[in-house]
């Protein structure tokens, strides 16, 4: 091993979610909640169930799927009113994070994201060799968005590093749910020098309350170095078969596919895609479902003495204000997995994914019952 990288030697690997059939397997029984990596409660439209089903048999699973994504741009197109040549697509959005980091990350240049920023940016970042330049984030006691990114500060930071080849934003970022205004956005766009890149990162963006909705086509068409990336896994449900895009100006789109591997989607997945855009009805059901519980369980943690990080996000961050790790292990014994912050350098803080109301009051009844019994 003395032989890698030191970038690679000094990685921690992405811990993900723990998977139901661990917890199952451990505490030996079969009803166990995974509120812990952001996934959408209600899954799959039926509709998507429907077309991976009807592909898996009657496809030639034997060919290889088509490798430019053809359809499947072509409807994500007509969605964002773009040209097919603005589109990349990835095995996940996580695919196009890395795409960017080995085209413009490397030794001897920099990448900027935020404190507490989705862990894949420093993954990436650092099995090129780069430096990271993390930005503070607002502090704890900040009034309105403790923990969130502080773009005032990126704009600062970016003047003194001109060795910073690309930007990572979250918006709404993960883990914390913290977001920034597409005012704020645009006016960090301005300030960023054209050689630069901005990696807009809306994993989350259908869970934003409308008017915070930043407006990709209109930027992109204002600022040729912006890339904004959007996934198939969360709003869409279906995380399982990994598909993520970028819109970019069609230079930046045609970098991103020489580094991408020949047949990054799989024929099932492309379809899948496909039938989930084409289903906007359970889009929209999706999203009511998360705001109205993302209004409705804040007051019932409050009322617990618990503090959450503001969120436009399908998560809500709790903190415990200790070390929150007995928490997490009390709501595993219970058969509820959330997702531990110690990671992220917030070990009193656990985030949970939002559920079905009825999947929430298991989190919230089992979550008083922890605190209860550990007082
Ligand atoms: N960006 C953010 C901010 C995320 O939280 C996630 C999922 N955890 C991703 C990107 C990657 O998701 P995927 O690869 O499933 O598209």
Not at 39 to 65: C, I, T
Not at 97 to 103: A, C, D, G, H, N
Not at 306 to 326: C, E, G, H, M, V
């Amino acid at each position: 091993t003395q032989n890698a990288l030191p970038g690679v030697l000094s990685l921690h690997a992405y811990t993900p979610g723990m998977p139901i059939d661990e917890l199952q397997r451990r505490l030996g029984i079969k009803d166990v909640l995974k509120l812990a990596s952001n996934e959408n409660p209600l899954g799959a439209s039926p509709a998507v169930r429907k077309a991976v089903a009807a592909a898996a048999a009657d496809q030639n699973l034997g060919l290889y799927p088509d490798g430019s994504g053809y359809a499947l741009k072509q409807a994500i197109a007509r969605y964002h009113d773009v040209q097919p040549e603005q589109i990349t697509l990835g095995n996940g959005s996580n695919d196009i994070l890395e795409f960017l980091s080995r085209i413009y990350a490397g030794p001897g240049r920099a990448v900027m994201f935020s404190d507490y920023a989705f862990a894949v940016y420093s993954l990436a970042t650092q099995a090129q060799n780069a430096e990271a330049v993390i930005v503070p984030a607002f502090p704890a006691d900040h009034p309105t968005m403790p923990f969130g990114h502080d773009l005032a500060a990126f704009a600062r930071v970016l003047k003194t590093r001109p060795d910073v080849s690309l930007v990572f934003i979250a918006n709404p970022n993960n883990p914390t749910g913290t977001w920034n205004t597409p005012q704020e956005i645009e006016a960090f766009l301005d300030t960023v020098p054209p050689h630069v890149i901005v990696a807009l990162d809306e994993a989350y963006f259908d869970y934003q309350d409308v008017e915070l909705r930043s407006n990709a086509r209109a930027w992109l068409d204002r600022y040729p170095n912006l890339l904004v990336c959007r996934t198939f896994s969360k709003i869409y449900g279906i995380a399982a078969l990994r598909v993520g895009y970028s819109l970019s100006h069609p230079a930046v789109a045609d970098l991103l596919n020489r580094v991408r591997q020949p047949f990054n989607n799989n024929a099932l997945a492309l379809i899948a895609a496909e039938a989930a855009l084409a289903d906007q009805d359970h889009v929209r059901e999706s999203v009511e479902l998360n705001a109205a519980e993302r209004l409705r369980l804040p007051p019932l943690l409050q009322s617990m003495g618990l503090k959450i990080l503001p969120s436009q996000a399908n998560f809500l961050t709790i903190d415990f204000a200790r070390n929150a790790a007995p928490v997490h292990q009390g709501l595993l014994e219970r058969g509820i997995i959330v997702r531990p912050m110690a990671s992220y350098g917030l070990p009193n803080f656990l985030r949970v994914s939002i559920g079905t109301r009825s999947e929430n009051n298991r989190f919230i009844d089992a979550l008083r019952d922890v605190l209860g019994t550990q007082r």
